[in-house]
């Protein structure tokens, strides 16, 4: 008897970078994940100007001084409600993104932008900080949101060769928004006692641009296709973003994949945690996002002024160091962006790791001993940079990219929202416990992280293939051999119309 066949493809033609492409990723990129970086940064260096309203304000409503533990609870609650808002915003991925779409639920989430934008920027006209608090909270939901469906709207409409590189677009976006957060923050700029309500409502702007700009671009094709029936559509979007008039190609692979979904049926976020054709892929999202940030990337982030003020920096150079820190995160980033289709996904994610966890293991030992020995504080100093290095390359970028790559159309709404909901309950985590963990455990809390990011690597290392120039149906078979699963296409085989029947194209899937 014959032994089973691997399905076959001639060679085909690799999709290019066409303007419509380009300003789409551009406008969702800018338009929702800047919003996430900028607002990750943007109260760290009017931090000390905020807290005076918070006084002010207290003292002018209760006629009597604010002690200081409840000052520490607000500005800790004034913090941590934004990656809680960011939980719930990934708790809402799944239900908008099949009943929006993605480019309609990033349309909708501009709400959770511009609200909170005008409530902050008027929060100190109006004399309370309690509206900073709640409208912390929203733009976190935006944010959460963000994290998950711009990489998800990207990923749908990029060609297989350019989907890496276009995939880490949003986190390049949230870098820069980190970096202008940091620049406005300046104490010359906006990070003063009159700027900083300023700077809090300018987070709507983006929202804003989207708004206009982004309708005038196609939703994704697969989710025309797929989840709403629509080919005649699905076919003109595809036109519009390959530049070509001949789409039968990338049209057959998502009939192709529509079909062998209808064969297992679509995906609830609870049957996707006990569907064993996923299993591995949903304990390797997991692993990556919650890699991510128990890393303590957002630890760096969060309380980045006070790091470089243990260390022994100045007061009026540490402003100018984080900014540069930022722009040393944009330009790994944008290196990450070229790199990746040539290197992998895999390699980037292992060297990522690898660098902080040495980076951290590094600074903790500086930081202890930099009392006794003055030069360590450039070392500290170093290390955090080369952390940030690091995660700009793998941690940070790659986790999405590869959360769109390893689910198949109706069930990737599910798993953005598991993956996403773990990476802001662990971002939260670490927002909230960091300070008692330094307060308790001094700088050896850095030696967890390092651990943490060993870990994670040892993971990549012996679980995680290599998914570039990959269909999401050919992954999708690379992970079956490991859920011991077979992926069925259906009953019979699937129609081709026009040229498609030519092209000689055999797919079969076995059981392994």
């Not at 800790?76 to 929006?100: D, E, H, Q, R, T």
């Not at 006070?306 to 944008?334: C, K, R």
């Not at 980076?359 to 030992?365: E, F, I, N, P």
């Amino acid at each position: 008897m014959e032994g089973p066949k691997e399905w076959s493809k001639p060679a085909e033609k690799k999709g290019r970078l066409t303007s419509v492409l380009l300003m789409a990723t551009l406008i969702s990129a800018f338009g929702s994940s800047f919003q996430y970086g900028y607002n990750v940064a943007v109260i760290d260096s009017p931090a000390m100007f905020m807290q005076d309203f918070y006084r002010a304000t207290y003292l002018e409503r209760y006629g009597s001084v604010m002690e200081e533990s409840l000052l520490s609870l607000l500005w800790s609650l004034s913090v941590s409600v934004y990656p809680l808002g960011g939980l719930f915003g990934s708790l809402m991925v799944a239900p908008l993104a099949n009943k929006l779409g993605r480019k309609g639920t990033l349309l909708f989430n501009n709400i959770f932008s511009i609200v909170p934008a005008i409530m902050m920027g008027f929060s100190e006209m109006a004399k309370s900080f309690e509206i900073i608090i709640v409208a912390r909270f929203i733009v976190g939901i935006c944010a959460g949101l963000s994290a998950n469906m711009v990489p998800m709207y990207l990923g749908e409409l990029a060609p297989k060769n350019l989907r890496g590189a276009i995939g880490i677009v949003p986190q390049l976006f949230i870098t820069i928004g980190i970096l202008s957060a940091q620049l406005l923050g300046l104490s010359q700029i906006l990070g003063n006692e009159t700027g900083w309500t300023c700077m809090l409502g300018l987070t709507g702007i983006p929202a804003v641009i989207e708004l206009v700009l982004l309708p005038f671009f196609p939703e994704s094709p697969r989710y025309t296709l797929i989840q709403k029936g629509d080919e005649a559509t699905a076919e003109k979007a595809l036109r519009r973003l390959r530049g070509v008039d001949d789409v039968s190609e990338e049209l057959l692979e998502m009939r192709l994949e529509d079909q062998s979904e209808k064969a297992e049926g679509h995906l609830s976020v609870f049957s996707l945690l006990a569907q064993r054709s996923l299993r591995w892929q949903l304990i390797s999202i997991i692993v990556l996002n919650m890699g991510q940030q128990l890393s303590g990337v957002n630890a760096i982030y969060y309380y980045a002024n006070a790091i470089y003020s243990s260390t022994g920096v100045s007061l009026d150079h540490i402003q100018y160091i984080t900014v540069g820190t930022g722009a040393v995160n944009v330009f790994m980033t944008v290196a990450a962006v070229f790199i990746v289709e040539a290197s992998g996904r895999r390699l980037l994610l292992l060297l990522g790791f690898g660098i902080c966890s040495g980076a951290c293991a590094l600074l903790t030992v500086g930081l202890n001993l930099q009392g006794s020995i003055p030069w360590m504080t450039y070392i500290s100093v170093t290390c955090v940079i080369v952390y940030v290095i690091g995660h700009a390359i793998g941690p940070s970028p790659i986790p999405y990219v590869v959360t769109t790559e390893m689910f198949r159309q109706s069930a990737r709404p599910a798993a953005f929202m598991v993956a996403g909901s773990l990476h802001w309950l662990s971002n939260f985590t670490v927002g909230l416990v960091f300070p008692f963990m330094m307060r308790g455990m001094g700088f050896y809390t850095f030696l967890i992280f390092s651990v943490i990011s060993l870990a994670t690597l040892i993971y990549i290392w012996l679980l995680v293939p290599e998914t570039k120039n990959k269909t999401f149906l050919e992954i999708c078979q690379m992970f079956a051999r490991r859920n011991k699963v077979e992926i069925k296409l259906g009953d019979g085989d699937l129609p081709v119309r026009g040229t498609n029947e030519s092209m000689g194209v055999e797919w079969k899937f076995t059981a392994f």
